[in-house]
C-alpha cells in the first residue's frame, strides 16, 4: 500500500460532519425558536386576556348616589347607583343587611349593564327599622363589591 | 482538528442568539405587559385622587318665588361637574326623593348660583328640604333648607339681665348649635315663627298687672347657612313691667325644628336700688296713712292747684268731713285732676274703672218737692211693700188672711152665768165663769163680743177663744161651743133663761176633755178653745151680719159629770175671755202678687196680678187727714199697667179705695179700673155712696188690654169746696208717647166733694177685696193726696224710666298738661245709662240712699310725662221729647261713706300718681309707709331723709329723720326719755321693727335748707311754697340685705 492521499479522505467527513451539525443545529433551533414563540404566543394570549380583565375590574367605579327609605307599606329602600368608572359594568346582585337580626334581602340582578356616566335604580324590599344603620354590597359582574351603609 | 473546533462555536453561537431572542422577546412582552397595566392602574389612581381633590360646598339656599335658589363654590383645585341635584322633603315624607340632572360645571374657586331655578319642582319656604348634589366623579354634598328636624339641636335662651327693675329692657339671645350627628349644613336657620307673635312665646306671672313689651328682634330674622360647629345667636329686647317677684318667660324654638328642641329663660321685676337687690319693698302712703292702692284716685272736693279751679283726684282717702259734697250732676259738669309731677308714668293696658256714688231723684224736674204722699217702685220685692216716702202706716201688704184684732170681753153685763134648772142669770155677782158647773149647779156661760169686725160672708179661717184660768182644776170635763144665731147679738139681760132662750147656731164644737189648768192665770193653749170656726162662720154668712157686729157664744155641758169644770177669769182688760179670729174675703187664701226683678216697663221689679185673688192692701184703715186718704180734692194717682188677657165680663180695678157705705159699688169710692169688656181705662170717684149724682168718671176711648205697657195718670181736680170737680185721665204708652188724654169731666152737681175712704186701699182688687181682681202687671204706684198734675206734669211723669235707664252721662277721660290744656282724648263714654235707685225719702246727706254705679273704660296702655295731668270728666244728658231724666246727685270726699265715696280706679301704675298733700310747718313733717313685704325692715339714720325740691327757686329744702312711731305727741321728735327710750332713731340707734303689711310713720326734723337735728343750729327752713317732695327711706331687712328706697310724693304745698 501505500500510502495513498489520506487527506482527501479527511476532508469529506468534517464537511459531512459540518452540514450534520450545521442541519441538526438548524433544525433544533428552529424547533427551538418555533416553540418559544409558539409558547409565547399562547401566554400571551392569556396574559392579555388577563391583562384586560384586571384592568377593567381596576376601571369600574361605582358610588352609591342615594338611599331613600320608602316608609310607605311594604317598606323598601331605594338605591341609586352611579357609574362613576371609565367602562360600562354590569351589576349582578344588590346585598342589603341590617347587621342586626341577620336579615339579608339579596337580589340578583344579571347582566344590568350601567354606562360609564350613568345612574341605575333599584327599590328593594326591606323592613328597615328606624336609626338602624343597613350596609348594601353592590358586586358588579367583574366581581367588583362596593358597599355603602345609611341609615334611615 | 481546526475545523472541528470552528463549527463547534457557530453551533454555540447560534444557540445563544437563539436563547437570546427568546428571552429578549419574553422579557420585551412582559416589561410591554407590565407597562400598560402600570398604564392603568396609574390612571385608576390619577381618577381616585381625583375624586379626592375634588371640592365643593352649597354656600347659599333660598326659595325665592316656590323655586330653588342654590349657590354652589368650587372650592377645590380641579374643575367640577355638578351632576345630578337630589331633593327631599323633611317637612312631608310621603314626598319621596326628587332626582333633577343639571350638568353644570364649576371652576376652580368659583361658584355657580341660580341653581334649582330651572328645575320643575315647586319648593315651599315653610317646609324643609334635603338637598344632595353629586358631582360628575361621584362626591356629594348635602345641606338642609329650614330643617333642624332631624334631631334637636343645642339652643340656650338666655335673659340679659334676669333680674330687672319695671321699665327696664331686658335683651333676650337664643344661641343655636348644629351639633347634628350627619355633620349636615343647616340653611335658612331661623326662630320658628309660630312662636308668639315675634318669633318668641312670653308668658307672665303678675301679682296684679305687669307686662313684657316687645321692642326688637329677632335679629337677625335668619341665618343663612350654618355648618356643623358653628353657634348662630339671636337677639330680642323686651320691656318688662310690673311689680317686685312678677316674672316673664320667654321660650323659642326653631323653624321646621323637633317640638321639643326648645329653650326658656325667666325675667323677673326686683327693685334693684344702688345696684344692691333689696329684698323688701317700702311704699308711700304719704302724708297720711291712707288705706288706698295707688290706682285708686279718689274725687276731693279740693279745687286749689288744679287747673280752672276743678276738683282734686289723687289717691289720698277722703278728707271732706262727714258729708263730702253732693254734685248736682244735672246742673254741674264736673271735672277731676291729677296733680302734675315729675315722673312719668304709665299705666298698662287694662280695665279701668269710674266708680260713682250717686242718689237718683224721684221725681221728675216738673215734680220736684211737690211731697207725693206715696210711692211705690216695687224694686225689692218684699212682700209688703214700703212707702218710699218713709212713712209706716203708708206701706203695703199682701191680701190674704185677715187676723181680727182679739176682743176681750172687759164689760161686767157681757159675760154671764145662767142656772140651766132655773134660768136665773148673772151678770155681775158671780166672780168666776164655771163651765158648765158651779159645784153641783149646772149652767150656760154666755160670751158677748163687741165690734166684731170680720166682713159679712167672709171666710174664716181660724177662731178661738182664750180664757185664763181663774182656779186650779183636773176633773174630767168637756163642754160644748155655739153662737147664738143672729145678726147682732143683744145685750144680756138678767131676765131669766135670757143666755138659753136665744137661737143658737147649728154648729158646735165640742171641747174636751179639757186638759188640766194646773195654775191660776195661765193664758195657754190648756185654757184656748178648739177651733170654733164653724161656728163664726155660720153666724158671719147671716145676710144681716155687718161687720163690727155684736157676737155671742154660749158655753154649755157636754156629758160632764156633776162638780167638775173649768174656771175661767170674767170680763177683764187683761185676763177676760178673748175673741180671736182670722178670716179671709172669700174662698182661698189670697195673698201677695208675684214679684219679678225685671217685669216692670223699664226692665225693673214689679208685681204680677193672677186676676184670681191677688191683690195689695194698705196695712192700716186710711184715716182721714192722712197722706194716703182721698178727702177732697185735687187727688192725682199715677201707675203703670200691662194686662195679661184682655178684659172679661168682670171689671179690673188697677186701684181703689173705698169708705163709707157698703163696698163695693153703694160707699164712696175712688178707682183707677179697667172696664168689663172692654178694657178701656176708667177713673171714677163717688163722694156719696156710690150715687150717680155723687159720682164722676173718665173714660178712654182706647182700648188698653193689649198686653203693651201703659201710664195712666188719673187726676181729681179743682180747688177744695169748689164745684167745678173735674177728672182728667192721661195715657201713656211705653215710648214716651201719649196715647190718650181724657180732660175735664165734671162732676153732675153734687157739693159733697169728699171721698171718705176711710177703709183700706187696694192694688188690684175692688176695695171690699173680693173681686174686680187685676190680671197683669202693675208698677211705679205713685199718689198725691193734694195736688192735680197738669199736663205738662204728667206728660214729663209719664217719660220718666224708673228701670235701667233713669239717667244719662257721658264719660271723658283725657290727658292734659300741666294747666289743663287737652292734649289727649284717652276715653269717650256717651250715653252711659245710669239706673235708677228709689231714694226712699233720703237726703243729701243719707249716705244709705246713695248706690254705687261702676262704669269700665279701657284707654289701653297710658302713659303720662312729667308735668301732664290725667282729667276725668262727667256731662250730663238732658232729656229728649220721649225720655225725661231724672236729675242725678254725686257725693265725692265723703269721709264717713263706705267703702269709699267716688273714685276713679286705673291700672297699677308704675309709679303713684301725685298727690296735692299738704304740709303744714307748724307741725312735725311725717310720712306713712307701708312695708309690702316680703321681709321686716328697719330703718337707718344715715340715708333717711325728706327732700323737698323747690318748683320756683333753686334752693331745695330736706329733714332729717327723728323717729319712727314716735306717739309722743308733745313732740314726737323729742329727746326726752319718754320718747327717746322707744321710737328715737338716730346715728347710734335704727327705728323699730317694721313688719311685713304694716304701716310706719317717720318722723323728721326741722326742713331746713342745711338739714339738723337742731334747728337752731341749723339752716334756714323752709318757706312756704310748691315743692316736689322725695323721701329717701335708708334701711335693710330680716335677710340683712339693705335697701334705699326713695318714694316720690309728688306736688306738696308747704304751708305756714
Known amino acids: ?152 | 482538528m481546526r475545523g472541528r473546533k470552528g463549527l463547534s462555536s457557530v453551533v454555540g453561537t447560534v444557540f445563544s442568539i437563539i436563547a437570546l431572542v427568546t428571552v429578549v422577546t419574553y422579557v420585551t412582552y412582559s416589561m410591554n405587559t407590565l407597562q400598560q397595566f402600570n398604564q392603568e392602574v396609574m390612571t385608576k389612581n390619577t381618577e381616585i385622587i381625583d375624586q379626592a381633590k375634588e371640592e365643593f360646598s352649597v354656600v347659599k339656599a333660598t326659595i325665592p318665588n316656590n323655586k330653588f335658589n342654590i349657590t354652589v363654590q368650587n372650592t377645590g383645585e380641579l374643575p367640577i361637574n355638578i351632576a345630578r341635584i337630589w331633593i327631599s322633603n323633611k317637612t312631608d315624607p310621603s314626598w319621596g326623593t326628587a332626582k333633577y340632572d343639571v350638568n353644570i360645571p364649576v371652576s376652580p374657586g368659583k361658584v355657580a348660583t341660580n341653581i334649582g331655578q330651572n328645575i320643575a319642582l315647586t319648593a315651599l319656604s315653610t317646609q324643609a328640604y334635603e338637598i344632595k348634589m353629586t358631582t360628575e366623579r361621584g362626591n356629594e354634598d348635602e345641606v338642609l333648607i329650614n330643617s333642624p328636624s332631624q334631631e334637636p339641636l343645642y339652643l340656650q335662651l338666655h335673659a340679659l339681665p334676669e333680674a330687672i327693675s319695671t321699665e327696664f329692657t331686658t335683651t333676650i339671645l337664643l344661641t343655636v348649635t348644629n351639633n347634628m350627628s350627619n355633620n349636615n349644613m343647616l340653611l335658612n336657620v331661623a326662630p320658628d315663627p309660630t312662636d308668639g307673635t315675634d318669633s318668641i312665646s312670653v308668658t307672665t306671672v303678675c301679682a296684679t298687672t305687669c307686662s313684657a313689651t316687645w321692642k326688637s328682634g329677632p335679629t337677625p330674622a335668619s341665618y343663612p347657612s350654618l355648618k356643623y360647629g358653628d353657634t348662630a345667636t339671636f337677639k330680642w329686647i323686651y320691656e318688662i313691667q310690673g311689680s317686685p317677684d312678677d316674672t316673664a318667660t320667654f321660650t323659642a324654638s326653631l323653624e321646621n325644628g323637633i317640638a321639643s328642641n326648645t329653650a326658656s329663660a325667666v325675667a323677673t321685676v326686683t327693685d334693684v336700688i344702688s345696684a344692691l337687690e333689696a329684698g323688701s319693698a317700702i311704699t308711700s302712703k304719704g302724708l297720711t296713712a291712707s288705706t288706698l292702692g295707688d290706682d285708686v284716685l279718689l274725687f276731693h272736693l279740693e279745687t286749689d292747684r288744679t287747673p280752672s279751679a276743678r276738683y282734686q283726684m289723687y289717691s289720698g282717702s277722703a278728707d271732706g268731713g262727714s258729708n263730702g259734697l253732693k254734685i248736682d250732676l244735672d246742673t254741674t259738669n264736673p271735672r277731676f285732676f291729677t296733680n302734675n309731677g315729675t315722673d312719668t308714668i304709665d299705666t298698662p293696658t287694662g280695665n279701668w274703672v269710674a266708680s260713682l256714688k250717686v242718689q237718683s231723684e224721684a221725681m221728675p224736674p216738673i215734680l220736684v218737692g211737690d211731697s207725693e204722699s206715696m210711692i211705690f217702685h216695687f224694686d225689692d220685692g218684699g212682700a209688703n211693700p214700703d212707702n218710699s216716702q218713709a212713712s209706716s202706716t203708708r206701706d203695703l201688704e199682701g191680701c190674704g188672711p185677715y187676723t181680727m184684732t182679739p176682743i176681750r170681753i172687759t164689760a161686767d153685763a157681757d159675760d154671764g152665768e145662767e142656772v140651766v134648772s132655773t134660768g136665773a142669770v148673772d151678770l155681775t155677782s158671780s166672780g168666776d165663769l164655771e163651765m158648765p158647773y158651779d159645784g153641783s149647779t149646772l149652767q150656760i156661760v154666755g160670751l158677748r163680743f163687741t165690734g166684731v169686725t170680720v166682713p159679712q160672708g167672709a171666710t174664716i179661717q181660724s177662731a178661738f177663744i182664750q180664757f185664763s184660768a181663774d182656779e186650779v182644776q183636773q176633773g174630767t170635763t168637756t163642754v160644748r161651743i155655739r153662737g147664738q144665731a143672729a145678726d147682732n147679738a143683744a145685750a144680756f139681760t138678767t131676765t131669766a133663761f135670757d143666755i138659753s132662750a136665744r137661737a143658737d147656731t147649728t154648729a158646735a164644737v165640742t171641747w174636751g176633755p179639757i186638759p188640766g189648768w194646773d195654775q191660776i192665770g195661765e193664758q195657754g193653749p190648756d185654757q184656748k178653745t178648739p177651733d170654733i170656726k164653724t161656728v163664726i162662720q155660720e153666724i158671719v154668712n147671716r145676710a144681716g151680719w155687718v161687720s163690727g157686729n155684736y157676737m155671742v157664744i154660749t158655753v154649755d155641758n157636754s156629758g160632764t159629770a156633776s162638780g167638775n169644770r173649768r174656771t175661767a177669769d170674767i170680763a177683764s182688760t187683761t185676763v177676760g175671755p178673748q175673741l180671736q179670729i182670722t178670716w179671709t174675703p172669700q174662698a182661698g187664701s189670697g195673698g201677695p202678687p208675684t214679684w219679678s226683678s225685671t217685669g216692670g216697663p223699664h226692665v225693673s221689679g214689679a208685681f204680677s196680678f193672677d186676676g184670681v185673688n191677688d191683690c195689695f192692701r194698705s196695712v192700716n184703715n186710711v184715716a182721714s187727714g192722712d197722706a194716703n186718704h182721698i178727702d177732697v180734692e185735687p187727688d192725682t194717682t199715677a201707675l203703670w199697667f200691662k194686662t195679661a188677657a184682655a178684659v172679661g165680663a168682670t171689671e179690673q180695678h188697677l186701684v181703689s179705695w173705698g169708705g163709707d157705705g157698703t163696698c163695693p159699688g153703694s160707699c164712696d169710692y175712688y178707682k183707677i179700673a179697667l172696664e168689663a169688656n172692654t178694657g178701656k181705662v176708667i177713673f171714677s170717684y163717688s163722694t156719696s155712696l156710690g150715687v150717680a149724682a155723687s159720682t164722676n168718671t173718665c173714660k178712654s176711648i182706647n182700648e188698653y188690654d193689649n198686653g203693651n205697657w201703659y201710664q195712666v195718670v188719673a187726676v181729681r181736680e179743682g180747688p177744695p169746696g169748689g164745684d167745678n170737680n173735674e177728672c182728667n185721665l192721661y195715657i201713656t204708652d211705653i215710648n214716651g208717647n201719649d196715647a190718650e188724654a181724657v180732660v175735664n169731666q165734671n162732676l153732675p152737681g153734687d157739693s159733697t166733694y169728699n171721698v171718705d175712704s176711710n177703709g183700706r186701699w187696694y192694688i188690684g182688687s175692688n176695695e171690699a177685696e173680693n173681686g174686680n181682681f187685676f190680671n197683669g202687671y202693675i208698677d211705679d204706684v205713685i199718689h198725691w193726696n193734694s195736688k192735680a198734675l197738669d199736663a205738662t206734669e204728667s206728660d214729663q211723669l209719664s217719660k220718666v224710666n224708673y228701670g235701667t235707664q233713669a239717667h244719662k252721662l257721658n264719660f271723658y277721660l283725657d290727658k292734659t298738661d300741666k294747666n289743663g290744656v287737652f292734649v289727649q282724648n284717652l276715653v269717650t263714654d256717651l250715653n252711659v245709662a245710669i239706673p235708677f235707685k228709689d231714694p226712699r225719702g233720703g237726703t243729701d246727706n243719707d249716705d244709705s240712699t246713695y248706690y254705687v254705679f261702676n262704669r269700665t273704660l279701657t284707654p289701653g296702655a297710658v302713659t303720662l310725662t312729667p308735668n301732664q295731668r290725667l282729667n276725668f270728666s262727667i256731662n250730663w244728658v238732658d232729656s229728649t221729647s220721649t225720655w225725661q231724666a231724672l236729675q242725678l246727685d254725686m257725693k265725692i270726699d265723703d269721709q264717713d261713706m263706705t267703702p269709699l265715696p267716688s273714685f276713679l280706679q286705673t291700672t297699677k301704675p308704675s309709679v303713684p300718681f301725685p298727690s296735692y298733700f299738704v304740709y303744714d310747718k307748724s307741725n312735725r313733717l311725717s310720712v306713712y309707709v307701708y312695708n309690702v313685704g316680703p321681709y321686716g325692715s328697719w330703718f337707718v339714720y344715715q340715708g333717711t331723709r325728706a327732700v323737698f325740691d323747690s318748683s320756683t327757686s333753686g334752693t331745695s329744702y330736706a329733714a332729717i329723720i327723728c323717729s319712727v312711731n314716735s306717739t309722743y305727741s308733745t313732740d314726737f321728735c323729742s329727746t326726752s326719755t319718754s320718747n327717746n327710750g322707744a321710737w328715737m332713731v338716730n346715728e347710734h340707734r335704727d327705728s323699730i321693727f317694721v313688719p311685713v303689711n304694716k304701716i310706719a310713720r317717720i318722723f323728721f326734723w326741722s326742713i331746713q335748707d342745711r338739714p339738723d337735728n337742731d334747728q337752731a343750729t341749723g339752716g334756714t327752713l323752709i318757706p312756704a311754697g310748691e315743692y316736689d317732695m322725695t323721701v329717701f327711706i335708708d334701711g335693710y331687712d330680716e335677710k340683712g340685705q339693705k335697701f334705699l328706697r326713695n318714694l316720690s310724693l309728688g306736688r306738696v304745698r308747704v304751708q305756714d
Open chain 1, 1 to 152: 500500500m501505500g500510502w495513498c492521499n489520506n487527506r482527501s479522505r479527511r476532508g469529506l467527513s468534517t464537511v459531512v460532519t459540518g452540514v450534520i451539525m450545521l442541519s441538526a443545529v438548524a433544525v433544533l433551533g428552529t424547533a427551538i425558536v418555533a416553540w418559544s414563540n409558539s409558547n409565547l404566543f399562547a401566554n400571551q394570549q392569556v396574559l392579555n386576556t388577563q391583562l384586560a380583565t384586571n384592568v377593567n375590574k381596576i376601571k369600574e367605579s361605582i358610588v352609591i348616589e342615594n338611599v331613600w327609605f320608602n316608609q310607605t307599606a311594604p317598606k323598601s329602600i331605594n338605591i341609586t347607583l352611579n357609574n362613576v368608572g371609565t367602562i360600562g359594568l354590569n351589576v349582578t346582585s344588590i346585598k342589603i343587611d341590617n347587621e342586626t337580626d341577620g336579615d339579608v334581602d339579596q337580589t340578583n340582578q344579571t347582566n344590568d349593564a350601567v354606562l360609564p356616566g350613568k345612574t341605575k335604580s333599584y327599590a328593594i324590599k326591606f323592613d328597615w327599622q328606624t336609626n338602624i344603620p343597613v350596609k348594601i354590597f353592590i358586586t358588579t359582574l367583574r366581581d367588583n363589591i362596593f358597599t355603602t351603609e345609611d341609615s334611615p
